[in-house]
């Protein structure tokens, strides 16, 4: 039998530890049955230093050594086959003042105005630390909107806390007003509506006087006498020595 190499191993441990036991450290909420996709799994290996070369290919090695595999996969679900250490969503003893969630960047005016709703059949996942919230919003959006949540606030509205292992915290939703944010980034005034402000026609009135400016022309507009006045003499001169063989010519030949 061959004995599975020396990373295999490392990365057998190390998804075992991942999936089995406390996927909160890095920002993963299994779903009832144990899961995590493998794409979120993939993208918290690749936040891990050591663990960044790690593709699916790795993940199938390790189903496949020859001693007792510690995941299973299902489609493109991934979990560890103990799962009897993995934490459960709790109701909390005691809940923080503050919890942080990070958005996508075109969603955030949206979510100002109407809050945030999980879909159904899932949650929000909200973090007690700032970096593990933009950790987890990265993955969405390499430059994430970081939310303060005010849990006192949530509450008043009937929001449902659950405490998931000791970083993370579902809700089903986060009402507007229960959190704050940075200011929207000020609109670009209408270049369009500036344009057509200028070109409108003024309106006169009885006795009022606009006077009428004049548009100065390019260069390639001129006329042809203002054009001459500018040529250099040697141009002037081409000209006239021309201008008199055609005359001489014309006298030659009446």
């Known amino acids: 039998m061959t004995k599975p190499s020396h990373h295999l191993e490392k990365l057998s441990k190390f998804l075992a530890y991942l999936l089995g036991r406390q996927p909160d450290e890095f920002g993963l909420v299994p779903d009832s049955d144990g899961f995590v996709r493998i794409k979120e799994l993939l993208q918290a290996l690749h936040e891990e230093q050591g663990w960044r070369h790690v593709r699916q290919a790795h993940l199938n090695e390790v189903l496949v050594v020859p001693e007792k595999p510690v995941i299973e996969i299902d489609g493109a679900r991934i979990r560890a086959l103990d799962t009897s250490r993995l934490p459960a969503a709790e109701e909390p003893g005691d809940l923080p003042k503050l919890l942080y969630i990070a958005i996508r960047q075109r969603a955030y005016p949206a979510v100002l105005e109407r809050g945030l709703a999980a879909p159904p059949g899932r949650h929000l996942t909200l973090s007690r630390e ?3 919230a933009l950790r987890i919003g990265r993955r969405a959006d390499n430059h994430p909107i970081l939310l303060t949540v005010h849990v006192g606030e949530c509450v008043k509205y009937s929001t449902r806390f659950q405490e998931y292992g000791r970083m993370l915290f579902l809700a089903d ?15 670009k ?8 402000a200028v070109d409108e026609p003024q309106h ?19 006329s042809p006498s203002a054009r001459r006045r500018k040529e250099p003499q040697w141009k002037k001169d081409r000209r006239k020595a021309r201008k008199h063989k055609a005359n001489q010519r014309k006298t030659d030949n009446p």
Not at 177 to 183: K, L, M, Q, V
Not at 189 to 196: K, N, Q, V
Request: charged share 20%; proline share 18%; glycine share 6%.
């Open 189 to 196: 005034p209408d270049a369009t509506a500036s344009r057509s």
């Open 204 to 222: 006169r009135t009885p006795g009022s006087y606009f006077p009428q400016l004049e548009t100065p022309q390019p260069a390639d507009h001129q």
């Open 173 to 187: 939703r986060v009402n507007p007003g229960t959190f704050s944010g940075p200011a929207l980034p000020k609109s």
């Open 130 to 132: 700032k970096e593990m």
